[in-house]
């Protein structure tokens, strides 16, 4: 509702194509739904934690075998 549909069509095409491969006929894509703001803010908010998460295993990994 706060997006102009023309964009949210834009969007929806280049999410669903991006990682198509010319000459292909395989989706490799699908779109499900569309959120509202908070809940992508959400998915943003635990997207970044994961990732930090992983950064600090790896650095705690990487510790490990410069230590040796």
């Known amino acids: 509702d706060e997006l102009p549909k ?3 069509r834009r969007l929806i095409h280049y999410f669903t194509t991006y990682k198509d491969i010319p000459g292909e006929n395989t989706q490799r894509m699908k779109f499900i739904s569309i959120y509202n703001a908070d809940v ?12 930090e998460e992983l950064i600090a295993k790896w650095n705690k990994d ?3 075998i410069c230590g040796q």
């Open 6 to 8: 023309g964009i949210i």
């Open 40 to 51: 992508a803010k959400d998915v943003i908010r635990r997207s970044m934690e994961d990732y």
């Open 62 to 64: 990487d510790a490990g």
